[in-house]
């Protein structure tokens, strides 16, 4: 190759030199860059600079996101600490790999054997006042999140209860609506890499001009219990979720989740 060049010189003649230079230097050019590309892995597409080190992190990156051969097992639970409501328990288990691994969870007291511990409900109706499908929400202050949350009624299941009659009593204690359940969804984690706290989405029906709906008033759960009930028309649910987040409010996931996949309907 730089044999050719300077054959290709000569053939033009020296007083055209700058355009022969010009081809010179782009081929000391791709040498360079050759010798960099072989030692440094330069990405000659792009602005990325790939060093070897990275190159094995990629690597061992594309192992790890393998599939593995064994299965991750609970091997036991041990209790930490309790309160009232909660348990602090270290969670000894085997990773896919064969080895010992121990995590810290939270569980709950109240915790009954069949059932998950709490539900949530979904109560969609059709509003003639709005002229529209709405859904009841519920605002409260949660300590732990030191703000008040955006959420679907929800509590827990009382013993004995089924997620059923657990959701038609927290809808009158929060809301003062009665509702009938159409539809209990099975049992969803609300926080896996915390704790084992489980619930069940419940679908509900409401008939706003039902009697004892015309003038709906809060039964209450208990003394410690302040809860605003919102009507929100489903148009500009998701409009109106993003105010309330702008505003210092915490929606909850699943309020989000919701209102997202039925704009993407």
Same mark, same amino acid.
């Given at each position: 190759?730089?044999?050719?060049?300077? #054959?290709?010189?000569? $053939?033009?003649?020296?007083?055209?030199? /700058?355009? *022969?230079?010009?081809?010179?230097?782009?081929?000391?050019?791709?040498?360079?860059?050759?010798?960099?590309?072989?030692?440094? +892995?330069?990405?000659?597409?792009?602005?990325?600079?790939?060093?070897?080190?990275?190159? +094995?992190? #990629? #690597?061992?990156?594309?192992?790890?996101?393998?599939?593995?051969? !064994?299965?991750?097992e609970?091997?036991?639970?041990k209790? =930490?600490a309790?309160?009232?409501? @909660?348990? /602090?328990?270290?969670?000894?288990?085997?990773? &896919?790999?064969? %080895?010992?691994?121990?995590?810290?969870?939270?569980g709950?007291?109240?915790?009954?054997?069949?059932e998950?511990?709490? =539900?949530? *409900?979904?109560?969609?109706?059709?509003?003639?006042?709005?002229?529209?499908?709405? =859904?009841?929400?519920?605002r409260?202050?949660?300590? &732990? $999140?030191?703000?008040?949350t955006?959420?679907?009624?929800?509590?827990?299941?009382?013993?004995?209860? #089924?997620?059923?009659?657990?959701?038609?009593?927290?809808?009158?204690?929060?809301?003062?609506?009665?509702?009938? @359940?159409?539809? @209990?969804?099975?049992?969803?984690? $609300?926080?896996?890499?915390?704790?084992?706290?489980?619930?069940?989405?419940?679908?509900?029906? /409401?008939? *706003?001009?039902?009697?004892?709906? %015309?003038? &709906?008033?809060?039964? !209450?759960?208990?003394?410690?219990?302040?809860?605003?009930?919102?009507?929100?028309?489903? &148009?500009? /649910?998701?409009? %109106?979720?993003?105010?309330?987040?702008?505003? !210092?409010?915490? *929606?909850?996931?699943?309020?989000?989740?919701?209102?997202? !996949?039925?704009?993407?309907?």
């Amino acid at each position: 190759m730089q044999r050719n060049l300077w #054959t290709l010189s000569l $053939l033009i003649g020296s007083k055209h030199w /700058l355009p *022969v230079f010009l081809i010179q230097k782009c081929f000391w050019s791709h040498q360079i860059l050759t010798k960099l590309r072989l030692k440094h +892995r330069v990405s000659l597409f792009g602005n990325s600079l790939c060093c070897p080190g990275s190159e +094995r992190r #990629t #690597t061992m990156a594309s192992k790890n996101s393998a599939p593995t051969k !064994g299965k991750s097992e609970h091997i036991s639970t041990k209790e =930490v600490a309790r309160g009232k409501w @909660v348990v /602090l328990n270290n969670v000894t288990y085997k990773d &896919p790999t064969g %080895k010992e691994r121990s995590w810290e969870a939270i569980g709950r007291t109240t915790k009954c054997k069949g059932e998950a511990d709490a =539900v949530g *409900v979904i109560a969609a109706f059709n509003d003639p006042s709005r002229k529209c499908r709405c =859904v009841i929400l519920v605002r409260q202050y949660r300590p &732990p $999140l030191k703000a008040y949350t955006i959420e679907f009624p929800a509590g827990l299941i009382d013993a004995g209860e #089924t997620a059923a009659q657990a959701a038609v009593r927290e809808m009158k204690e929060e809301t003062g609506y009665s509702v009938s @359940v159409s539809k @209990v969804l099975p049992a969803s984690a $609300l926080d896996g890499g915390v704790g084992e706290t489980t619930m069940k989405i419940v679908i509900c029906d /409401l008939d *706003v001009e039902a009697e004892g709906n %015309k003038n &709906p008033a809060a039964v !209450g759960g208990g003394a410690d219990e302040f809860v605003d009930v919102l009507i929100q028309p489903l &148009p500009s /649910l998701l409009e %109106k979720l993003n105010e309330y987040s702008e505003a !210092g409010d915490v *929606v909850d996931s699943r309020v989000y989740a919701w209102a997202v !996949g039925r704009q993407s309907d």
